[in-house]
T-cell receptor
């Protein structure tokens, strides 16, 4: 009955590689998000995606790109991984604007 | 720029010892203030939304209140299972993409 699910839970890879993280929600929500939680535990928004409209946090490098094959999925692609990309990445969704967001359990990305 | 500051960073309580967590915010017109609970290795779990100064919400041993500059999460007679990191987040009225700005969290430890 998982509402927002992410795969993989752990991802260990080398600098310079390209990787993807998948996110699926079975709540029927219209809006999905990606957040990054760094080593100091701060959660920072990366993207918001609603009905094919993408809003990007201006601080996010263009090596990061979200892709949505359908309303229930929002995957995160990362090119040319760097050491500073090591973090936990959370996917979230919400039914309507300004309603509470529901989070997945995160993907811990470690760059060697 | 929206800002959220939470204090204290960490709080140790004995079981039954009531206390409060603080969330100070600066936002260009508040749309909503959200409280989440995060357990280790898990995603944030939604607790409350507050929309206007003077509003209060309760759930079991937790009570959230809101003023024009800050929010408090009051914990009455906490139990060890209340141990977690509590996150506060704000959403601005002019926020395109429904993005949340999070504080750094308060790590609560309740000892039996």
């Amino acid at each position: 009955d998982t509402a927002v699910s992410q795969t993989p839970k752990y991802l260990v890879t080398q600098m310079g590689n390209d990787k993807s993280i998948k996110c699926e929600q079975n709540l029927g929500h219209d809006t999905m998000y990606w957040y990054k939680q760094d080593s100091k535990k701060f959660l920072k928004i990366m993207f918001s995606y609603n009905n094919k409209e993408l809003i990007i946090n201006e601080t996010v490098p263009n090596r990061f790109s979200p892709k949505s094959p359908d309303k229930a999925h929002l995957n995160l692609h990362i090119n040319s991984l760097e050491l500073g990309d090591s973090a936990v990445y959370f996917c979230a969704s919400s039914p309507l604007p300004y309603t509470p967001q529901h989070f997945g359990d995160g993907t811990r990305l470690s760059i060697l | 720029e929206d800002q959220v500051t939470q204090s204290p960073e960490a709080l140790r309580l004995q079981e039954g010892e009531s206390s409060s967590l603080n969330c100070s915010y600066t936002v260009s017109g508040l749309r909503g203030l959200f409280w989440y609970r995060q357990d280790p290795g898990k995603g944030p779990e939604f607790l409350f939304t507050l929309y206007s100064a003077g509003e209060e919400k309760e759930k079991e041993r937790l009570k959230a209140t809101l003023t024009k500059k800050e929010s408090f999460l009051h914990i009455t007679a906490p139990k060890p299972e209340d141990s977690a990191t509590y996150l506060c987040a704000v959403q601005a009225q002019d926020n395109a993409g429904n993005m949340l700005t999070f504080g750094g969290g308060t790590r609560l430890m309740v000892k039996p």
